[in-house]
């Protein structure tokens, strides 16, 4: 059985940070910090996430909740922005994914997503994708351990 999607634009953003965050730490440090990450992104709920300010990230960087990475923790805010915009133009943010998974594949997808997204190479839109549910072919045991479907 395929892993479900999220049922939120939250749980995009969700996973799209923690695929940043990923980048060069592993899956355990990230999920032992992520309660934390997720109650001071706010649930991760777009609208709130995209009007934080610079003083709120410079806060978040010196927050024991979060991985203290200030550009990593910019990047959700600027990415949250992002997706709020291209939501408002589909529907939701997940639309807008569908819509690009259905139109370019995996390659066009992830292509696209790393052009759009602070933070996310081709690669971690690949994984991005795979971690959000989406088909991306065969993965190696090393890919699924570190981005299979999060919980």
Excluded: C
């Amino acid at each position: 059985m395929a892993p479900s999607r999220p049922n939120t634009d939250a749980g995009y953003l969700d996973a799209a940070a923690r695929i940043i965050f990923m980048g060069g730490l592993n899956r355990q440090v990230v999920e032992g910090k992520w309660p934390g990450t997720r109650e001071a992104f706010l649930d991760f709920d777009i609208d709130k996430v995209a009007e934080l300010g610079d003083d709120d990230v410079d806060g978040l960087a010196g927050d024991d909740r979060v991985i203290k990475y200030r550009a990593k923790l910019a990047a959700v805010v600027t990415n949250a922005r992002t997706m709020r915009e291209l939501a408002a133009e589909q529907g939701s943010f997940g639309a807008y994914v569908e819509g690009l998974y259905n139109e370019h594949g995996v390659a066009g997808a992830s292509k696209r997503l790393s052009d759009a997204f602070a933070y996310i190479s081709a690669e971690g839109a690949k994984h991005w994708l795979y971690a959000t549910g989406y088909d991306i072919g065969e993965v190696s045991e090393k890919v699924e351990r570190k981005y299979a479907p999060f919980g």
